[in-house]
């Protein structure tokens, strides 16, 4: 099987063996095609109306390197390429993408229920750091258990080396990891073995090296709105119906032309458009209705505003736009009560984080429009209560919150590993959507560190202002400990990021991998079957003491599923003990509920037929 997606711009393959070139450059006079075959020869590109220019050539075919000349000046990469060979500084390559022959002809996916997610950097999980290293780990990841691979982004980005989220050319996966096809081969391998594969996608920013839109095309960028990392993309002012369509393209892309599952977008709450539809609406409701409806694709969005209305269902109990959010509420509260910590936005959660866990496991958000401390008072949040519990993903880390430490540590390197299993068997035994990170299943012990490898003047920028952003913590503010804060640009900083292989071998890596499994495997056997049979909104939570509580889900049908959790060190009398069978307990006795007591350090999962 073959697959193509049909794309405005770019270039494209015909079957008659011309290929077309399309360049939408408003602010340009003219624009040429640079074949950088030898001898270099430029063709002129036709004007046409609304700031495109367009050529096609028989001079061009598959592997043709190229770029657009802008002006007689500037020659610049192709804003479509669907491959870069030598960076984003450099020719593009014309990929037919039907030169790839599909295997996974009867996939369709899986169903959200049965998500399992698993987050890697393709660059740090294997020694090659390739696609194809990947691959060689896919039978590991079937049999971990967990049924989705997430890649973190892949978009094309300055240097050898970065998280992704620098990306300048969305179109193009990273020369870094391997060619287009490589990854086509990964994602048809993992189908293969029925594992889903997302993609991290960023629509907020451009990266801050290799972005050379604003020569031809500045309606890309927004005069009204901005966000951290500058301008914003201009979702909606003049011209806006371009920059609208390149984004809604590129998602379709990836689900069609590459057979991604799913996407999960990047902080979303820093894309401003005030138009209606806005950009995540149409987005979405673009891919719903251009998709198959027998293919399962999945869609999530990271989202600090919490906001719920993005999470709605129909009728029949599907997704209208988004399957999910990312819950950052969940990690916060389980990070704060497991290592008490209580600066930046931990602050929101160090009073009370059993309430704030309890509320998320039972209703979704634990700020459903409470004002944030940490915002200065701001009401962060919308009702979630009604919205099912597999509206929201849920972690223990990711790669921010272990690569946005000053150290980069995981947080099997900050608490008791008692307190650890405890948390794991919250977040796998709960109905909510577990995300692990690459390693978490054997604590690995190398760090995820910040990394990237701009030009010289970025990259001293970059390291400075890193070492400034951990100032004001009183640990990290001499000058011995900013020394000590690894510099993003170097690469042993991305070397020291590498998963360790030898580490599962090791007895108490070992360990942890067969916990791991052990509850991935009750997940699937006892928790994922019954996740459809929940009655929404009528979950319940109570607070126990500072450091435990317990949750109760009903079914629609009668009786429910239960979780007890203590992440203290006494033992605690229950006004009721737990009914029915016990499905897990990480206590080391069989009776992790005698009476109505729960153990220290203990979680349990009951199901009440």
């Known amino acids: 099987m073959k697959r ?5 711009f770019g270039a494209e393959c015909r079957e008659d063996g011309i290929v077309r070139f399309r360049l939408w450059a408003p602010k340009a006079s003219s624009v040429g095609l640079l074949l950088a075959e030898s001898p270099r020869r430029t063709f002129p590109m036709t004007r046409l109306d609304n700031g495109w220019f367009e050529i096609s050539t ?16 500037q020659a610049v990469p192709d804003p479509a390429s669907r491959w870069q060979p030598s960076g984003v500084h450099h020719t593009s390559e014309v990929i037919d ?5 599909w295997r996974d002809t009867n996939w369709h996916g899986r169903p959200w229920d049965d998500a399992v997610i698993y987050e890697m950097h393709v660059g740090t999980y294997t020694p090659q750091g390739t696609y194809a290293g990947a691959e060689a780990k896919l039978d590991y990841l079937a049999e971990l258990g967990v049924t989705a691979v997430e890649l973190m982004p892949l978009a094309s980005f ?7 989220y620098d990306g300048v050319l969305p179109y193009a996966p990273a020369h870094s990891y391997g060619r287009p096809e490589d990854l086509k081969r990964f994602i048809d391998s993992a189908h293969a073995r029925d594992l889903m594969v997302f993609l991290d996608v960023v629509y907020n920013h451009f990266g801050p090296e290799g972005n050379y839109l604003w020569l031809y095309a500045p309606q890309f960028f927004s005069d009204r709105h901005h ?9 909606d002012g003049p011209d806006s119906r371009t ?5 809604i393209h590129n998602a379709l892309y990836w689900l069609e032309e590459y057979h991604f599952d799913g996407l999960r977008l990047d902080a979303v709450h820093a894309i401003a458009d005030d138009s209606r539809p806005d950009i995540l609406t149409e987005l979405a409701e673009t891919v719903r209705e251009r998709l198959p409806v027998k293919r399962r694709v999945h869609l999530v969005l990271e989202n600090d505003r919490n906001t719920a209305r993005y999470l709605g269902r129909d009728a029949h109990g599907q997704p209208r736009w988004y399957d999910a959010q990312w819950n950052d509420d969940f990690h916060h509260a389980v990070h704060a009560l497991t290592t008490g910590e209580t600066s930046g936005y931990y602050a929101d959660y160090s009073r009370n984080p059993t309430w704030h866990l309890g509320r998320c496991l039972a209703e979704g958000y634990s700020y459903q429009g409470e004002a944030s401390q940490y915002r200065k008072g701001e009401l962060r949040g919308e009702p979630s209560r009604h919205l099912p519990r597999t509206s929201f993903v849920s972690f223990l880390q990711n790669h921010d919150q272990a690569g946005n430490r000053a150290l980069g540590e995981r947080i099997s390197a900050l608490i008791d590993p008692a307190a650890l299993k405890v948390a794991a068997a919250v977040l796998l035994l709960a109905p909510s959507i577990p995300l692990l990170f690459m390693g978490e299943e054997f604590a690995a012990s190398t ?3 910040f990394f990237c490898d701009f030009a010289p003047d970025l990259a001293a920028k970059v390291s400075a202002g890193r070492r400034a952003e951990f100032a004001h913590f009183d640990q990290l503010s001499s000058s011995a400990a900013q020394a000590q804060i690894p510099n993003p640009n170097e690469e042993d900083t991305f070397l020291r990021s590498k998963i360790d292989w030898t580490s599962p071998e090791q007895r108490t890596h070992q360990d942890w991998l067969e916990f791991y499994r052990g509850l991935l495997a009750c997940r699937q056997r006892e928790i994922v079957p019954r996740i459809r049979d929940l009655a929404v909104g009528w979950a319940q939570y109570q607070v126990l003491d500072s450091a435990a509580f317990r949750v109760c889900w009903p079914f629609v049908q009668g009786g429910s599923l239960e979780l007890v959790a203590n992440f203290g060190q006494a033992r605690l009398n229950l006004d009721d003990s737990p009914r029915g069978r016990l499905l897990y307990s990480t206590a080391a006795t069989d009776d992790p509920v005698s009476a109505a007591e729960i153990l220290p350090l203990s979680a349990a999962c009951f199901l009440n037929p």
């Open 4 to 8: 193509k997606h049909e794309m405005p």
């Open 227 to 235: 966000t951290p990392w500058g301008q914003a993309i201009n979702f």
């Open 58 to 73: 028989c001079e061009a075919h598959c592997d043709t390197q190229y770029q657009f000349t802008v002006d007689g000046q």
């Open 447 to 449: 760090p995820f560190l």
């Open 243 to 247: 920059v609208r369509d390149y984004f």
């Open 158 to 164: 300055p240097g050898e080396r970065n998280w992704g």
């Open 97 to 101: 993408p039907e030169a790839y022959e």
